[in-house]
């Protein structure tokens, strides 16, 4: 039998008194961390008019696991059992704090729990899809507002179905206090490369918001071994979209926009990078529309991704770039660095210096997100 180095469930990891402190001045944000949705949000907050089919978010009183129903179908993702739900500081504020501090993380990103599960019912009832959108981006701002100067709730943003109301969904972000919002990386009907997206970029831009694509789960495979390889597609999706949105020509027509690619490691865009600067170059006489630059430069003048323990990545950071990558923990998912987030900075420390380390491993977020 094959020998495993196994990993404990986050709520079984320990961690150690001695975790790394950086010196002094030397602030560790983690720009990819989850804040799980209140039991009976939508039951609770929707409009009476959604309220026959709200979907419901409850907890197992014996499991602990969290799920979410919708009509009588189970949206939990099949065979993936707990994401962490163990974890008090999944939905306790006061505990997730605790956590970052003994960790000595001064910051936080906070991306949804299972909001995307709801991904599913964009066809089946897409007013409904935005109406829970807006109950959850009402409830998650407020939810954080006790330490707003340390974690940042991220927006989902429902224009994709609507782009024409981009602009008022954003200003109605910035006036709740977001600064970062989402849009998921693969919805259901909407094509980021068209024209018709225009007016989501442009408000983007406008109210300087980062716009962010997250992994979420998605089902391709079953059968045997489907778990396995469910997660590791889901861990590796942003290539194609990357390439969707390069060769849209959409970063041309907005210079000033920031796209920001979580929780799906760096390691892929070293090689993207030169494939798709391979691409344009070949194929070059045929693209359309012209780009005024390789996909390159995009990366590194409007992109950014997010890892947790990606050592290829960082030996590839002369490819990727230091200003690009943001480090994180992902608590409280089973692929996260919590309980060694230290050892993990440390050796980011150590294999790139403390000028680049100090911008992957906190200043980048520092300096997108105000903290």
């Not at 990366?299 to 950014?304: E, V």
Request: net charge negative; hydrophobic share 40%.
């Amino acid at each position: 039998m094959a020998t495993i180095d196994i990993i404990p469930p986050p709520a079984e990891r320990v961690v150690p008194d001695d975790s790394w402190v950086p010196a002094e001045g030397f602030k560790l944000i983690s720009a990819d961390d989850h804040l799980l949705e209140m039991d009976h949000l939508f039951e609770e907050r929707l409009p009476a008019k959604f309220q026959a089919n709200a979907p419901k978010v409850w907890r197992d009183p014996e499991t602990r696991h969290v799920h979410v129903v919708y009509k009588d179908q189970s949206f939990d993702p099949p065979g993936v059992g707990t994401i962490g739900h163990e974890c008090e500081g999944f939905y306790d504020l006061d505990a997730r704090v605790a956590a970052m501090e003994s960790e000595n993380i001064a910051g936080s990103v906070l991306y949804h729990g299972q909001l995307q599960s709801l991904n599913r019912i964009i066809g089946d009832d897409p007013e409904l899809y935005i109406a829970c959108m807006d109950v959850y981006n009402e409830w998650a701002i407020e939810h954080v507002k006790p330490y707003q100067d340390r974690l940042v709730a991220t927006a989902l943003l429902p224009s994709f179905l609507k782009p024409e109301t981009a602009r008022d969904q954003m200003q109605k972000l910035k006036q709740l206090g977001y600064r970062n919002v989402q849009m998921p990386s693969y919805p259901s009907g909407a094509r980021y490369n068209s024209r018709e997206m225009d007016p989501i970029w442009a408000a983007a831009c406008e109210f300087d918001m980062p716009m962010a694509f997250h992994v979420t789960a998605t089902m391709q495979f079953s059968g045997w071994g489907s778990l396995g390889a469910n997660v590791s597609r889901n861990m590796a999706p942003f290539r194609p979209l990357f390439g969707q949105l390069i060769f849209s020509g959409m970063f041309d027509r907005f210079p000033e926009l920031t796209v920001v690619f979580a929780e799906g490691g760096i390691s892929w865009a070293a090689d993207a990078c030169y494939s798709l600067d391979k691409v344009c170059r070949a194929y070059y006489s045929i693209i359309k529309p012209k780009l005024e630059h390789l996909p390159s430069h995009y990366w590194k003048r409007n992109c950014l991704a997010t890892f947790m323990d990606d050592p290829v990545g960082v030996q590839c950071m002369n490819w990727i770039g230091a200003d690009n990558a943001m480090w994180s923990i992902d608590y409280p998912h089973p692929e996260s660095v919590y309980g060694h987030a230290g050892d993990v900075a440390k050796s980011v420390y150590d294999a790139l210096g403390p000028d680049d380390a100090a911008k992957v491993l906190g200043g980048n977020a520092a300096r997108l997100y105000g903290l």
